[in-house]
């Protein structure tokens, strides 16, 4: 894969720069440095990965409509190895072809892509397309291979790679006027259910989903968004339950100018959501019972240059119970000082989690987050200072935190804009958590981009 | 199975084909947003009024990068990609929601305290406790994808 990866970006830039005007390299390449203090692991090792980000716009290939859209990343590790899985790694993120015709967002992909549509949320190897059609209509569908990813646990890859052979997707969305848009969508991924296969297996990787999306304004100081996903494969079915893996909503209601309130529900099921995980004894179907949370926020924008933010959120698990997250945030923006800063509190009342053995008979997860952050720019100079600090209630007595219980983080950066295309920035963060006690990073970042389709968020 | 794949195909053509009389006849959005943007997170309406993004009949205000926006993009993403595209390229998306990553979004991003990070830095201590708290939340980007690392521990 890394090979093949590497060819396909090189073949890319040289041919890329074959046709002149109208293409776009940009390319992130990070240096890191750390020693590791994790109990039980190897003090002497010092880790110095390089990874190369790089992707490739390259518009106008013969046809103002034709361009090709590449994006991946490679790692070295220059000293010892400091992933799993060997001293060197890399992937394609995506590779495709786009034809985008000159009306109704008519376009065509094929390649290696992302498709965010309704219940897609998939990586495909294969084909898609999306138009708009009369009446407020429009319609996207694609088609291929699922991108598996190589998982390294014990899982059998075989039957991962066996069982999610094609992918297939669609969603029909209609626009209401001055309203909004609903969606209805349809997901399958792999062809033959575990159960169905010649000798029957017990993970099952495949997926059919159903799911209804909307986003609707009513009036003008009320929105609703949110999803409602359904399962129908023709998986066992739990007692009394309705196949619905996930309903997602939230309500927005505008009190006043600069004075918004934003109310959500959440409510997945186990069994149904978890579908096709590659990790199921972590993302296990069988858990009983289902996650539910409801929440709230309030946004102030109090003067023009600063927004404060009230949020509260209570989340059940139901075999393990409550958890209420509450706190503020501000942030403070100086545009005219290039200065844009924040600070935020949070804390978490949470349940115990019940006997790991007879001497601790439970430990609490509930714990505090305080965050302050500021970031400055003066001429071709900028700098940046993150620190945030956490306390965890339970400490004594989790066995996961090692009777530690204050947790603090301090990342800091300087970064110099030499031209338009090139930016060089170096971090250096530290931490001193429960896990690994104390660990000092070194990072150097160098930006570099070029040509001429600068998109505004990136 | 490839058999199956030609019939997926032949009919998507066909209903492409179908499709044709009934595509509407409006401009496609522009590739790229015309204006150039400051810094930081835009709020559309600002600078576009209460009218609505062009055939999608949502205001721009629904496009608003509020916080609540950023936290929550996930409708708006899967229903007006197009609109999406003409600021964002994939691999902005990408540094949160790749399918295999190399390193996690805000060590990437480590100069960007600014941004909506799904986690900081050294979260192999705390996502023992926020995992445990909802799982769910973590499904979506490691579910299914992105988590060769999870399996060293997580077996």
Same mark, same amino acid.
């Given at each position: 894969?890394?090979?093949?990866?590497?060819?396909?970006?090189?073949?890319?830039l040289?041919s890329?720069a074959?046709?002149?005007?109208d293409v776009?390299v940009?390319?992130?390449?990070?240096?890191?440095?750390?020693?590791s203090?994790i109990p039980?692991?190897?003090?002497?090792?010092?880790?110095?990965?390089?990874?190369?980000?790089?992707?490739?716009d390259?518009n106008k290939?013969?046809?103002?409509a034709?361009?090709?859209?590449?994006?991946?990343?490679?790692?070295?590790?220059l000293?010892?190895?400091?992933?799993i899985?060997?001293?060197?790694?890399?992937?394609l993120?995506y590779?495709?072809?786009q034809?985008?015709?000159?009306?109704?967002?008519?376009?065509v992909k094929?390649?290696?892509?992302t498709?965010?549509q309704?219940?897609g949320n998939?990586?495909?190897?294969?084909?898609?397309?999306?138009?708009?059609?009369?009446?407020?209509?429009?319609?996207?569908?694609f088609?291929?291979?699922?991108?598996?990813?190589k998982?390294l646990?014990?899982?059998?890859?075989?039957?991962?790679?066996?069982?999610?052979?094609?992918?297939?997707g669609t969603r029909?969305?209609?626009?209401?006027?001055r309203?909004?848009e609903?969606?209805l969508s349809?997901?399958?991924?792999?062809?033959?259910p575990?159960m169905?296969?010649p000798?029957? =297996?017990t993970?099952d990787?495949? /997926?059919?989903? @159903?799911? &209804?999306?909307?986003? #609707? %304004?009513?009036?003008?100081?009320?929105?609703v968004t949110?999803?409602?996903?359904?399962?129908?494969?023709?998986?066992?079915q739990?007692?009394h339950?309705?196949r619905?893996?996930?309903?997602?909503?939230?309500?927005?209601?505008?009190?006043m100018?600069?004075?918004?309130?934003?109310?959500?529900?959440?409510d997945?099921?186990?069994?149904?959501y978890y579908?096709g995980?590659?990790?199921?004894?972590?993302?296990d179907?069988?858990?009983?019972?289902?996650f539910?949370?409801?929440?709230?926020n309030?946004t102030?924008?109090?003067v023009a240059?600063l927004?404060?933010v009230?949020?509260?959120r209570?989340t059940?698990r139901? =075999?393990?119970?409550?958890a209420t /997250?509450?706190? @503020?945030? &501000?942030?403070?923006? #100086? %545009?005219?000082?290039?200065?844009l800063?924040?600070?935020?509190?949070?804390?978490?009342?949470?349940?115990n989690?019940?006997?790991?053995d007879?001497?601790?008979?439970?430990?609490?997860?509930?714990?505090s987050?305080?965050?302050?952050?500021?970031?400055?720019?003066r001429?071709?100079f900028?700098a940046?200072?993150?620190?945030i600090?956490?306390?965890?209630s339970?400490?004594?007595?989790n066995?996961?935190?090692?009777?530690?219980s204050?947790?603090?983080?301090?990342?800091?950066?300087?970064?110099?804009?030499?031209?338009?295309?090139?930016?060089?920035?170096?971090?250096?963060?530290?931490?001193d958590?429960?896990?690994y006690k104390?660990?000092?990073?070194?990072?150097v970042?160098?930006?570099?981009r070029?040509?001429? %389709?600068?998109?505004?968020g990136? | 199975?490839?058999?199956?794949?030609l019939?997926v195909?032949?009919?998507?053509?066909?209903?492409l084909?179908t499709?044709?009389?009934?595509?509407?006849?409006?401009?496609?959005?522009?590739?790229?947003?015309?204006?150039k943007?400051?810094?930081?997170r835009?709020?559309?309406?600002e600078?576009?009024?209460t009218?609505?993004?062009k055939?999608?009949?949502k205001t721009?205000?629904a496009?608003?990068h509020t916080?609540?926006?950023?936290k929550?993009?996930?409708?708006?993403?899967?229903q007006?990609?197009?609109?999406?595209?003409?600021?964002?390229?994939?691999?902005f998306?990408?540094?949160?929601?790749g399918?295999?990553?190399?390193?996690?979004?805000?060590?990437k991003?480590?100069?960007?305290?600014?941004?909506?990070?799904?986690?900081r830095?050294?979260?192999?201590?705390?996502?023992?406790?926020?995992?445990?708290?909802d799982p769910t939340?973590?499904?979506k980007?490691?579910?299914?994808?992105?988590?060769?690392?999870?399996s060293?521990?997580h077996?």
């Amino acid at each position: 894969m890394k090979h093949r990866t590497h060819v396909a970006l090189l073949a890319v830039l040289v041919s890329g720069a074959a046709w002149g005007q109208d293409v776009s390299v940009y390319s992130t390449t990070i240096a890191q440095m750390w020693k590791s203090d994790i109990p039980g692991f190897d003090k002497t090792a010092t880790y110095t990965p390089a990874t190369e980000f790089l992707g490739i716009d390259a518009n106008k290939l013969g046809t103002d409509a034709l361009s090709l859209h590449l994006y991946g990343w490679g790692r070295t590790d220059l000293k010892d190895q400091s992933a799993i899985g060997g001293k060197t790694a890399g992937d394609l993120t995506y590779g495709y072809l786009q034809y985008a015709f000159d009306r109704a967002n008519a376009q065509v992909k094929a390649g290696r892509f992302t498709i965010n549509q309704g219940v897609g949320n998939e990586m495909v190897d294969g084909v898609y397309a999306y138009t708009d059609l009369l009446d407020g209509w429009n319609v996207t569908a694609f088609a291929g291979k699922p991108v598996v990813y190589k998982n390294l646990g014990n899982v059998p890859q075989a039957s991962i790679s066996f069982q999610r052979d094609y992918t297939f997707g669609t969603r029909l969305g209609y626009r209401i006027k001055r309203m909004g848009e609903i969606g209805l969508s349809y997901l399958q991924d792999g062809s033959t259910p575990a159960m169905d296969l010649p000798i029957p =297996e017990t993970l099952d990787f495949t /997926r059919r989903q @159903l799911g &209804a999306d909307l986003s #609707l %304004a009513p009036c003008s100081f009320i929105d609703v968004t949110g999803r409602t996903v359904f399962d129908v494969s023709r998986r066992q079915q739990a007692e009394h339950s309705t196949r619905i893996a996930e309903s997602d909503y939230r309500v927005g209601v505008k009190i006043m100018d600069g004075l918004r309130f934003n109310g959500s529900f959440t409510d997945r099921d186990f069994l149904y959501y978890y579908t096709g995980s590659t990790l199921p004894n972590l993302f296990d179907m069988n858990e009983r019972g289902k996650f539910k949370a409801v929440g709230g926020n309030l946004t102030w924008t109090a003067v023009a240059n600063l927004q404060l933010v009230a949020d509260v959120r209570r989340t059940n698990r139901d =075999e393990y119970g409550t958890a209420t /997250r509450a706190g @503020l945030d &501000a942030r403070y923006n #100086l %545009a005219a000082q290039h200065v844009l800063a924040g600070v935020g509190y949070h804390k978490v009342n949470a349940f115990n989690v019940a006997l790991v053995d007879s001497t601790t008979p439970s430990h609490s997860l509930s714990h505090s987050e305080a965050r302050a952050w500021v970031m400055a720019e003066r001429g071709a100079f900028s700098a940046s200072l993150d620190a945030i600090r956490l306390h965890y209630s339970g400490a004594s007595t989790n066995p996961n935190l090692i009777g530690k219980s204050i947790e603090s983080q301090l990342v800091g950066s300087v970064g110099y804009q030499a031209n338009e295309g090139l930016k060089v920035s170096a971090d250096l963060s530290y931490a001193d958590t429960p896990l690994y006690k104390k660990q000092a990073m070194g990072l150097v970042r160098i930006e570099y981009r070029f040509g001429f %389709a600068a998109k505004g968020g990136k | 199975m490839s058999k199956k794949l030609l019939l997926v195909a032949a009919s998507l053509g066909l209903a492409l084909l179908t499709a044709c009389a009934i595509i509407s006849p409006e401009a496609s959005f522009a590739r790229t947003h015309p204006e150039k943007l400051g810094a930081g997170r835009p709020t559309c309406s600002e600078c576009h009024g209460t009218e609505a993004v062009k055939s999608t009949q949502k205001t721009f205000a629904a496009l608003d990068h509020t916080a609540a926006f950023v936290k929550d993009h996930k409708v708006q993403a899967s229903q007006d990609s197009a609109t999406c595209a003409s600021c964002h390229a994939q691999s902005f998306c990408s540094d949160c929601h790749g399918g295999k990553t190399v390193m996690t979004p805000s060590t990437k991003l480590g100069n960007r305290p600014d941004r909506e990070m799904p986690h900081r830095a050294g979260y192999l201590t705390m996502h023992r406790i926020e995992g445990k708290i909802d799982p769910t939340g973590c499904y979506k980007c490691h579910g299914r994808a992105n988590n060769e690392k999870c399996s060293a521990c997580h077996k």
